[in-house]
DNA sequence: CGCTTAATTGAAATGGTTCAATGCCTGTGG
DNA sequence: CCACAGGCATTGAACCATTTCAATTAAGCG
């Protein structure tokens, strides 16, 4: 499983706070593992579509993505859902680390995903002890935040178009700053259903159809196969207004 | 200014966090000063209608509420605008606190505004000293977090009323939480504009007319000369879905 | 191979915006 | 204290972006 040679478990880990901090087991194995290892912590693997938690199974655990695509969305009276954020690999779902939702939300592996499952308490207790790992949880905290503005601002006040254009943009920087992909890729695969898009953008998932079959007759990008193809990354992001 | 005796310099410093941790020199006056007081900090006033603070002006200081109604916007390219948020007595502005918001967002007073300054390095150092601070500095960051989650889910899944209604709502259950209001007050100060309303809703100014203007119709409630009447509130749950 | 889930397309319905006109507050200066 | 100006609220009519409904095809999956 591991890759002492390298020095990597896998690509991501070099963005993983648990992995910088040698709390993962993926770097201090065995005789390591008294150091800063002393997390208990376990490897998880959990099919595409599937539920990975509930709300309320967080209280006692830390999720870390390893690999794969998850998001964490909230059903809606009437069959809806919305999602509110999706989580690459080396993230961290850390939404209740302090304290509880006060939406019952539920993170779902959009494809098959590879996880780290951290005993809540422990982390806690790491993180107020140790600055660095504080300083690192409330980065990504932050991050995250920061998202959720651009997030509001979007839904509040852009229209579909716009609304997928960013969302797409978005994306496809955080998976190249995670050099989960080339930088200079103009293909990459995207793993997301028109009705990810949809939930993600609070539109219908006909009218992601329609939208992005719009992007592609315009020769902006093209999108299928699981496959992301930026034919005109300079349209796509002038429709995002940037 | 201060009241000695009561403890109190104003009705919302008991659940402000400068205050509890006396910090704030409303609190720890002259000769107390030198035990934590050691904050530099100002207090300020500025009227309804202007601009307190630019993105960049934050990154030196944090700004609490003493007194008045706060909101954090983002200007839209266009003319638009969206509120992130509503802070009220008591609320650190804390957002900048970590990092830097990636949005330029403009934090302006609805109402007369006093607040109170802190000198951002000596708050973060004070913050990493004090594990009770950092636990409210970090309580406080994650309520709004929650805060945003339902936010995005009624700006992506509800309609105009669902979201005026939610709105009207949840500033109600703050106020009353912060016993800026009797709890069981059905009359009360509410110094919204509509255009608040509608920038904080993703809305139109003129729709958020219509929506009031029909939740008067069925006397649900009535909005006017800065005064919100809950003539019906489980009919307003009800609009709200809950 | 058959079954379920996802994508596509068009037509009709709708919720919210835009535009425009009118009147009302509120604060300000004379 | 009154007059005036600018911001704010209200209303109706026309418009348009997105949803809903429905029917068909295509793509994954066991």
Chains 1, 2 share one sequence.
Request: aromatic share 6%.
């Amino acid at each position: 499983m591991e890759d002492r040679t390298s020095g990597l478990a896998r690509p991501a880990c070099r963005y993983c706070p648990a992995y910088q901090l040698a709390i993962c087991h993926a770097r201090t194995v065995a005789s390591d593992a008294r150091v800063r290892g002393g997390v208990e912590q376990s490897v998880r693997s959990i099919a595409a579509r599937r539920t990975m938690f509930r709300e309320r199974d967080l209280h006692d655990i830390v999720p870390i993505v390893c690999n794969g695509w998850v998001s964490r969305d909230v059903g809606v009276s009437g069959g809806g859902r919305m999602i509110l954020s999706f989580y690459l690999p080396g993230q961290l779902i850390g939404d209740t680390l302090f304290a509880e939702s006060a939406v019952d939300s539920f993170v779902e592996a959009i494809t098959d995903v590879e996880y780290r499952v951290f005993k809540r308490s422990t982390v806690r207790e790491f993180m107020f002890i140790c600055d660095e790992s504080l300083e690192m949880v409330l980065r990504g905290l932050i991050e995250e935040m920061r998202r959720y503005d651009q997030l509001i601002v979007d839904l509040g006040r852009h229209s579909a178009e716009v609304r997928v254009a960013r969302l797409i943009l978005r994306l496809v920087e955080r998976l190249k700053a995670r050099e989960l992909e080339k930088s200079d890729a103009h293909r990459l695969r995207f793993p997301l259903r028109h009705h990810h898009i949809g939930d993600a953008t609070g539109l219908t998932s006909v009218h992601v159809t329609k939208v992005l079959s719009k992007f592609r007759h315009e020769h902006v990008l093209a999108l299928g196969s699981r496959t992301l193809s930026l034919l005109d990354p300079a349209a796509l992001n002038r429709i995002a207004g940037w």
